[in-house]
């Protein structure tokens, strides 16, 4: 498993508070929104708000790739390696 | 004085006998509660269940103010606002929850009235039952003390606390509530909806602050 996919995991676990589900509950091209996790719009901006700070990440609000980048946490994980400042902490 | 009547069915407090029942709750919409909200709809829907349609009256001192506290930390540090704590900071929060977890959209009172906030609520309870004695109505209290730095003010709770009851009309117990101005400046308040739980238990209570004098009874 790759680290930095486990740690995102973790982190949307941790800070989205999901009761009762696992790293390993969270395939990781599952869908994050809508079908699959079942996220919604809340927890897309309380996950933008903590992706930028554990991994350092810029998002602009205008940015038509943002719906991408969310898509699952293989999309997260390569927004972090392109964009981000290393894997600070998971810490929220 | 002021004195009303409210027929009651039954009524339930928090904490009670066994854990929070929050299954009729998908996990999804479960996780956001706060310990405080989880006690409101724990005892709300112990005492709505079998009424699919009924009127909901909220009370609560401080509600979410945990939250809030939590949102004025965040600006004061400077950091981004967390959207699930702005959006559930709200008095009516555990109303808004019970309501899409019910699948009810009949509107509901969410009601605040300081150290006193349990007997004005249940003014409001009294008047909407009183407007349609048929349907049941279901009155919810539940409060938290006051978080740091304000800290726990005088008639909080210890900790979470919620009552719930459920008025209509038919029923055979009567809940005679009373309250005239009070003279006791200064008295150091306990909390008011413990009195009205003594009532319910023992048949009679009364309660003072420095603004008013209540008195409960069972009949």
């Known amino acids: 498993m790759d680290t930095l996919e486990q740690d995102i995991k973790i982190l949307i676990i941790e800070v989205l508070n999901l009761e009762d589900i696992s790293g390993e509950d969270i395939a990781s091209d599952m869908p994050l929104f809508g079908e699959g996790l079942g996220l919604d719009s809340i927890d897309a901006l309380e996950l933008g708000i903590a992706m930028k700070k554990t991994y350092g990440i810029e998002l602009e609000a205008g940015d038509g790739r943002i719906r991408e980048h969310f898509r699952n946490v293989l999309s997260l994980a390569a927004l972090v390696r392109h964009q981000g400042k290393g894997s600070l902490t998971h810490t929220p | ?219």
């Open chain 2, 1 to 219: 004085m002021i004195s009303w009547d409210v027929p009651i069915v039954r009524w339930v407090q928090w904490p009670g006998i066994g854990a929070a029942e929050l299954g009729f709750i998908e996990p999804l919409l479960r996780r956001r509660l706060s310990s405080l909200a989880r006690g409101a709809l724990h005892v709300a829907n112990a005492c709505a269940q079998g009424c699919p349609s009924a009127t909901f009256v909220f009370a609560s001192r401080h509600g979410e103010l945990t939250r809030t506290v939590e949102l004025l930390r965040s600006l004061a540090h400077d950091e981004e606002l967390s959207p699930t704590l702005f959006s559930l900071s709200v008095l009516n929060a555990a109303a808004g929850i019970f309501s899409i977890a019910r699948g009810d959209r009949a509107p509901a009172t969410a009601i605040a009235a300081g150290v006193e906030s349990f007997g004005y609520g249940l003014l409001e309870a009294h008047l909407r039952a009183r407007k349609s004695p048929a349907k049941p109505l279901v009155y919810v209290y539940a409060d938290a003390p006051a978080p740091d730095p304000i800290g726990p003010q005088s008639g909080d709770p210890q900790a979470v606390f919620a009552l719930g009851l459920l008025i209509q009309g038919d029923a055979s117990s009567r809940l005679h509530t009373a309250f005239r101005p009070g003279t006791m400046v200064g008295t150091p308040a306990t909390l008011q909806a413990n009195a009205c739980l003594r009532a319910l238990e023992r048949g009679s209570a009364d309660w003072t602050s420095d603004r008013h004098h209540w008195c409960w009874n069972l009949r």
